[in-house]
């Protein structure tokens, strides 16, 4: 079944009149189709009172979604307009209000500013002298107002004089033209004709042409149409003052949709409508000067700024509401100006009720933390952290917490924050970190049960060998030699998955250990092996630099450091290894340097990943691909970390950093 269209209705006596069908018409097209809705024009064709409420009442029998209304003061509007608010059809004016009605709001231009700026315009232009007569359709409240405006600035002209007001409410100029033939013959002193109606300044423009008086007597009109343009253009029309029918159109449409739908300036709930009263959409001035740019200023796309500014509104206001997680505004002093219906939901408090409440009663909030919130509401900065919630009933649970400033708003500077529940995410850290040590363990006892039985294959090989030893030729003592060297290499992988294995439960014993020594120490433990391999060593060390580190694992760092560096160190250049030490910020850096193969750039990383053999000499040397893996994970084990810089032939050196313990020099 598909659903009927939203009906919205716009009214207004002579609703097909051009100036409507010119301004108003194509705007309700417009929003029509942007919102998805329908918007009739219904009001009658002619200036039939009758017709005119027939067709309020006809809209509020057909139920419609919204009434735009241009008010006219005939008997029955006011109780028309409260039916419809009466069958909870919001109903809202434009261009001329309904006074004393229940209408929701009124939209259009101030006309009373209008009619004052009127007569300072007419004064300038007349040198502040003469008979001035004015023109329009009385007993509307707008162009009423105008009278009123351009009657109490008048009084300030003293050398200007208004000689009369009449009513020249005609479909046509004709009695506009009237009137105005009339007033010359009796006052051929007339200096100023000012008109409120659309027709009233073309109907008297026409006539000082047609006597060819069009420049001496100033004339101002209302609206900027063609048939205003053209006197304009030949100056029987000084200057026109024209409403923003586009703006006040639009502006009334969006007030009913928002009254159904509600939207950003309802507070998100249908059925009210906050602004209610006056909005005065303004004029704007229109003479020969202006006149080929005033379709630009006019007709500048409002409507469809104004349609994206809500709409954008509404979707941010829609994702903050609809988020799951607590989302909040804080205003300087830590107040709550904001809570999402999330954050009342999880903290447990009802719906308003975190409003002015302080985040101090809702997160825990450690020394460090208040240190970046007042670094996010004094420098901007942005941050994120974990903490506990406290729900109203006092039970906690743990969130992650981000934070960013609010420059400006309804409050000032603030803070937004979003927090997120982290039970789950904490339950699953607890999970791998369980899993992986049952892993480590795993690995731990099968490296451990495939020892033993390695010893005695050793063992019996070797029995075997020793025993036979007269009766091997070259043949059975190479393939004796190739089992020697293979059991020796499970051996050595074994032993290294039980290093690896073992590490993460392994450190903990920290003491303060000079890394001068170390070093020293490192240096000595590979004496042999670098003189074997015609390598010198150089050991340059700060003096007074201390870490405080599981030795042994340090010493094991080493180890693998310094045996990769003999192991791949290649021939050809001076053969040479630096091990160095230095302060950096607030780290402690080690470093081993040598004069080899060097590794090419896209392996850096990947050679700290187990069993990831890739540098240079992967067919020339033995190895597991698990040593530099254990110098990770140990580092890491020490809250440091360590990488390599290093190219292919230029040597390499790995360096690892280990923060300082605090007050340590
Ligand atoms: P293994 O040495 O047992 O292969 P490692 O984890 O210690 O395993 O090292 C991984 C890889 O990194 C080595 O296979 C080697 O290709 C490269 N590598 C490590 N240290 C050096 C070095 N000092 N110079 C050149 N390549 C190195």
């Given at each position: ?11 207004s006596i002579i609703?097909?009149h051009p100036v409507f069908a010119g301004h108003a ?22 200036t ?22 241009i008010g006219f003061p ?20 434009v261009d001329s209000d ?10 259009g231009t101030n006309w009373f500013k209008m009619g004052s700026g009127m007569a300072d315009k007419l004064a300038e232009l007349t040198g502040n002298k003469g008979k001035v007569l004015m023109l329009g359709m009385k007993g509307l409240a707008n162009m009423e107002a105008g009278f009123r405006g351009f009657r109490q600035r008048m009084s300030d002209y003293?050398g200007m004089d208004i000689i009369g007001c009449e009513d020249d409410m005609d479909a046509t100029t004709a009695r506009a033209e009237k009137i105005v033939e009339e007033y010359l013959e009796n006052h051929p002193d007339l200096s100023g004709i000012v008109g409120f109606d659309g027709n009233s300044g073309p109907g008297a423009a026409r006539v000082l042409e047609k006597r060819g008086k069009h420049g001496d007597i100033k004339v101002l009109c209302v609206d900027a149409d063609e048939m205003q343009a053209k006197h304009i253009k030949t100056g029987a029309i000084d200057a026109a003052f024209c409403q923003k029918r586009?703006?006040f ?31 005065d959409t303004g004029h704007i001035i229109v003479t020969k000067d202006n006149l080929?740019?005033v379709e630009?200023?006019l ?367």
């Open positions: 079944m598909t659903q009927k269209m939203e009906e919205y209705t716009w009214i609703s097909d018409h194509p705007v309700l097209r417009r929003l029509a189709s942007l919102y998805g809705v329908n918007i009739t024009i219904k009001g009658p064709s002619d039939s009172g009758e017709k005119y409420i027939k067709a309020i009442n006809d809209a509020v029998k057909r139920k419609v979604a919204g009434i735009m209304l005939v008997k029955g509007v006011v109780a028309a307009v409260s039916k419809a608010i009466d069958s909870n059809i919001p109903v809202v004016t309904i006074p004393h009605s229940r209408r929701i709001a009124h939209v003293p586009e703006v159109t639009s502006v009334a449409f969006q007030m009913l949709y928002s009254f159904n739908h509600g939207s950003a300036i309802t507070g998100n709930i249908p059925g009210k409508v906050n602004i209610i009263g006056n909005i080929n740019t630009e200023e007709r500048l796309d409002e409507i469809y700024q104004r349609h994206n500014v809500i709409q954008r509104c509404n979707l941010l206001t829609n994702m903050v509401e609809n988020i799951d997680s607590i989302s909040m505004a804080v205003d300087s002093s830590g107040m709550v100006v904001y809570a999402n219906p999330s954050a009342e939901k999880q903290l447990g408090y009802d719906h308003g009720k975190l409003v002015r409440v302080s985040i101090d009663k809702l997160f825990v909030l450690s020394p460090g933390i208040r240190d970046k919130m007042q670094d996010c509401l004094g420098r901007g900065i942005p941050a994120s952290f974990d903490t506990v919630a406290r729900k109203s009933e006092g039970a906690v649970f743990p969130v992650h917490v981000n934070i960013a400033e609010i420059k400006t708003g309804f409050h000032g500077k603030g803070i937004v924050l979003f927090a997120v529940n982290n039970t789950g995410r904490k339950r699953m850290e607890e999970e791998i970190l369980r899993k992986n040590q049952e892993l480590e363990s795993f690995v731990y006892s099968v490296s451990h049960d495939l020892r033993s039985p390695l010893v005695s294959l050793y063992g019996y090989a070797e029995n075997l060998y020793q025993g036979n030893m007269d009766k091997l030729d070259d043949q059975d003592k190479h393939y004796f030699n190739r089992i020697f060297s293979n059991i020796k290499k499970m051996e050595e992988l074994i032993h290294d998955l039980l290093e690896l294995s073992r590490i993460g439960r392994v450190i903990g014993e920290r003491t303060d250990v000079k890394v001068r020594e170390i070093l020293r120490e490192a240096a000595a433990r590979f004496s042999e092996q670098l003189k074997e391999n015609d390598i010198d060593v150089e050991v340059t060390a700060e003096g007074g630099c201390v870490i405080n580190v599981d030795k042994k694992q340090i010493a094991k760092v080493m180890d693998n450091l310094m045996s990769n560096a003999i192991k791949y160190m290649g021939n050809g250049r001076k053969k040479h290894i630096e091990l160095s030490c230095g302060k950096c910020g607030d780290n402690t850096r080690i470093c081993v340097k040598d004069t080899g193969m060097g590794i090419d750039k896209k392996y850096h990383d990947k050679i700290f990943e187990i069993f990831q053999r890739i540098g240079g000499g992967k067919e020339e040397t033995e190895g597991t691909g698990i040593g530099l893996a254990i110098v990770d994970k140990i580092i890491k084990g020490h809250d440091g970390r360590v990488w390599v810089d290093s190219a292919l032939g230029k040597g390499s050196e790995f360096c690892f950093e280990i923060p300082r313990k605090k007050g340590e020099s």
